[in-house]
């Protein structure tokens, strides 16, 4: 094993160089990279979402590679398996043939770390790191960070009530005015006891709901971050715990 250090202890997320484009380079000559070892539990470790509004299938592929490493990744929040790379420098492109178009950014994947590539926004989409690489809170603690990728809403406040929670009238938002594409959240966590929960979106300063999740279980000495996604018209929450599978809320509403 490396004796590099491991990255800890970092809400923040990472964000390097995005681009969009059509489909002209897809056959340029770039080398390409392979993925790490199976079962090598050394090795950065990396999966997918694709939170777009209009590309409704996409595909990964890493370092100019021209096979993808993935296909179908479809929008509306689906969520990829976990993968490992090799540790170093890396390019993911994320490409729709229908539309066409691309999004690509770079990332240093250092040992031992996990990483969520996070494509979202219109056909101008953008693509976004979050790194999944903090402390762990207290026991009976649960930390929440909340990412607004849903370009069709405007700012947001989001609610995390008690499950019999419907009226959110008396209640103050646990996050306020969540723009699109802030960091705000991200970067400035929740922290409550770890249980089972309802998530609430509404318009910044309203108390009518937009969005309501079921019963979600936050467990104890967890960090999630909830990123708002469109879909179909409406709103939807992925909640991805760090180093864990992470799964698509239903909506109640």
Avoid at 172 to 177: A, C, F, W, Y
């Amino acid at each position: 094993m490396s004796d590099k250090k491991r990255s800890t202890d970092r809400p923040d997320i990472l964000r390097r160089a995005m681009t969009l484009s059509a489909l002209g380079l897809a056959g340029a000559a770039l080398t390409g990279c392979g993925g790490g070892s199976e079962g090598d539990e050394d090795l950065p470790n990396l999966r997918f979402v694709n939170g777009t509004l209009e590309y409704t299938s996409m595909s990964v592929y890493l370092d100019g590679g021209s096979q993808a490493v993935l296909t179908g990744l479809n929008n509306g929040g689906e969520i990829s398996a976990i993968r490992t790379v090799d540790e170093g420098v890396h390019t993911v492109r994320m490409a729709s043939t229908s539309p066409v178009g691309e999004v690509s950014g770079t990332k240093d994947f250092e040992l031992e770390t996990y990483t969520t590539a996070l494509v979202y926004g219109p056909t101008t989409a953008k693509l976004l790191f979050i790194d999944e690489n903090s402390a762990e809170p207290a026991s009976g603690r649960t930390r929440l960070r909340v990412f607004q990728a849903a370009s069709t809403a405007g700012a947001l406040d989001v609610y995390v009530t008690a499950t019999n929670v419907t009226d959110l009238t008396a209640l103050t938002p646990n996050v306020e005015g969540l723009a699109y594409d802030s960091n705000a959240s991200m970067n400035a966590p929740v922290t409550l006891d770890s249980g089972t929960y309802r998530v609430h979106l509404t318009a910044t300063d309203s108390k009518t709901p937009l969005y309501r999740s079921a019963n979600v279980t936050f467990p104890s000495r967890s960090v999630v971050a909830l990123v708002v996604i469109p879909n179909d018209g409406d709103l939807a929450i992925v909640a991805l715990p760090e180093r864990r599978n992470g799964n698509l809320l239903t909506d109640q509403l």
